[in-house]
């Protein structure tokens, strides 16, 4: 508490409200968010029977996401460097009681009932806290890394994604592993190691099979050739891009789908908001929403660039990567290019706690960039 008074009353952002920031926000980045929220909340607005439902759940999750990030964006930088370590001791502490007293669902154990706390999943916040500690481990080292930090950052990364592909949640395991591989990216890594790891990766793939569910192994075979089993694990990729074609330039209009509206594309409100606003926006609505990401995504690598220090640096521009990945994987799982896998369209696809996390996300970064004298 003592940090967020401090910020709020030593710092610029009270007083700047056409430069930097407001209330330490960063209105670019702010209003661009806004903006897909609100045009996420026009699609689901659209939806036939629950509607409504979906329209006032989403816009429930997105105003705490939204609280949280003007919160978080108050606090200085400090705050997350020192706790980074200690959050992560805990979100695997939280990984692992899943294990043994976790809340199933739909055949996977992901949730926490705690005493007096909502139903949550500790794998989300392992999005945020695991690119912190593997900055916060690289905040005062020599960069490039050598070799045994390079193994530690990993390290740092592998544990919670082995707890969490066992839930099993491969989708959450990808999210995580490449936050903070795209830390370790940033911090000027030498291309003979990326090649390396790239090597001993494609070496490893029957290893990492081994560990897939059943289920798992069908949807990357499906990949594939969709049409070899068109009723069963095929028929999500194969309703979305005729979804998605059938959309052409302007679309059918809101609500006028028929791959949607008529529940023959699966999960269409989470993990198909794309196929949606591809049928009845056309391609220019979904070109503008990417444009808008874009813009995000740009905004994002300028407050890393804007950021003197090594932590911070990391932090912003690896949350705002990882915000653009959900994006590409998205995009590219609808359209047939990435197995079908659990990736929610940033802030526009209903439902978990993907929208509080990401907005929490950003509201880190607009800590950094508001505070980018806090080393002094």
Same mark, same amino acid.
């Given at each position: 508490?003592? $940090?967020?008074?401090?910020?709020?009353?030593?710092?610029?952002?009270?007083?700047?409200?056409?430069?930097?920031?407001?209330?330490?926000?960063?209105?670019?980045? *702010? @209003?661009?968010?806004?903006?897909?929220? +609100?045009?996420?909340?026009? +699609?689901?607005?659209?939806?036939?029977?629950?509607?409504?439902?979906?329209?006032?759940?989403?816009?429930?999750? *997105?105003?705490?996401?939204?609280?949280?990030?003007?919160?978080?964006?108050? &606090?200085?930088?400090?705050?997350?460097?020192?706790?980074?370590?200690?959050?992560?001791?805990?979100?695997?502490?939280?990984?692992?009681?899943?294990?043994?007293?976790?809340? @199933?669902?739909?055949?996977?154990?992901?949730?926490?009932?705690?005493?007096?706390?909502?139903?949550?999943?500790?794998?989300?916040?392992?999005?945020?806290?695991?690119?912190?500690?593997?900055?916060? /481990?690289?905040?005062?080292?020599?960069?490039?890394?050598?070799?045994?930090?390079?193994?530690?950052?990993?390290?740092?990364?592998?544990?919670?994604?082995?707890?969490?592909?066992?839930?099993? $949640?491969?989708?959450?395991?990808?999210?995580?592993?490449?936050?903070?591989?795209?830390?370790?990216?940033?911090?000027?890594?030498?291309?003979?190691?990326?090649?390396?790891?790239?090597?001993?990766?494609?070496? @490893?793939l029957p290893v990492f099979w081994q560990f897939f569910t059943d289920y798992q192994r069908q949807r990357v075979l499906?990949?594939?050739?969709?049409e070899s089993d068109p009723l069963g694990s095929g028929w999500n990729t194969i309703q979305s891009t005729t979804a998605?074609?059938?959309?052409?330039?302007?679309?059918?209009?809101?609500?006028?789908?028929?791959?949607?509206?008529?529940?023959?594309?699966?999960?269409?409100? =989470?993990?198909?908001?794309?196929?949606?606003?591809?049928?009845?926006?056309?391609?220019?609505?979904?070109?503008?929403?990417?444009?808008?990401?874009?813009?995000?995504?740009?905004?994002?690598? /300028?407050?890393?660039?804007?950021?003197? $220090? =090594?932590?911070?640096?990391? +932090?912003?521009?690896?949350?705002?990567?990882?915000?653009?990945?959900?994006?590409?994987?998205?995009?590219?799982?609808?359209?047939?290019? &990435?197995?079908?896998?659990?990736?929610?369209?940033?802030?526009?696809? /209903?439902?978990? =706690?993907?929208?509080?996390?990401? *907005?929490?996300?950003?509201?880190?970064?607009?800590?950094?960039?508001?505070?980018? @004298?806090?080393?002094?």
């Amino acid at each position: 508490m003592n $940090d967020f008074v401090r910020s709020v009353q030593g710092g610029s952002g009270l007083r700047q409200v056409v430069g930097v920031s407001i209330f330490n926000v960063d209105p670019y980045l *702010l @209003s661009l968010l806004v903006v897909i929220g +609100v045009y996420g909340l026009a +699609v689901l607005r659209t939806f036939d029977g629950n509607g409504s439902d979906l329209y006032f759940g989403q816009l429930a999750r *997105l105003a705490i996401g939204f609280f949280m990030m003007f919160c978080l964006a108050q &606090l200085s930088p400090w705050v997350f460097l020192r706790w980074a370590p200690i959050l992560y001791v805990l979100g695997i502490l939280m990984l692992v009681l899943v294990m043994f007293v976790g809340v @199933s669902a739909k055949g996977s154990q992901r949730w926490l009932e705690l005493p007096g706390l909502p139903r949550f999943q500790p794998s989300e916040m392992m999005k945020i806290v695991v690119p912190l500690t593997v900055a916060w /481990y690289f905040r005062d080292r020599s960069l490039p890394p050598r070799f045994l930090d390079i193994a530690a950052s990993l390290l740092i990364v592998v544990i919670p994604v082995v707890l969490v592909i066992k839930q099993p $949640d491969l989708g959450s395991g990808v999210l995580i592993a490449s936050s903070g591989i795209i830390v370790l990216f940033l911090t000027g890594i030498h291309w003979r190691w990326i090649i390396l790891a790239a090597c001993i990766a494609g070496v @490893s793939l029957p290893v990492f099979w081994q560990f897939f569910t059943d289920y798992q192994r069908q949807r990357v075979l499906t990949w594939f050739n969709p049409e070899s089993d068109p009723l069963g694990s095929g028929w999500n990729t194969i309703q979305s891009t005729t979804a998605i074609g059938s959309g052409g330039l302007f679309g059918k209009g809101l609500g006028q789908g028929t791959q949607s509206q008529l529940h023959f594309l699966p999960e269409s409100h =989470t993990d198909f908001m794309v196929a949606v606003i591809g049928e009845e926006l056309g391609l220019i609505g979904v070109i503008t929403l990417l444009i808008l990401y874009i813009l995000v995504l740009g905004r994002g690598l /300028y407050i890393s660039i804007m950021t003197p $220090d =090594t932590f911070g640096r990391l +932090v912003s521009a690896s949350l705002s990567i990882v915000f653009f990945f959900y994006v590409f994987a998205n995009v590219a799982i609808a359209c047939g290019l &990435l197995p079908v896998t659990g990736f929610p369209l940033p802030l526009v696809s /209903y439902g978990g =706690t993907s929208a509080i996390t990401l *907005l929490a996300g950003f509201g880190i970064v607009m800590s950094i960039h508001s505070h980018r @004298s806090w080393r002094d």
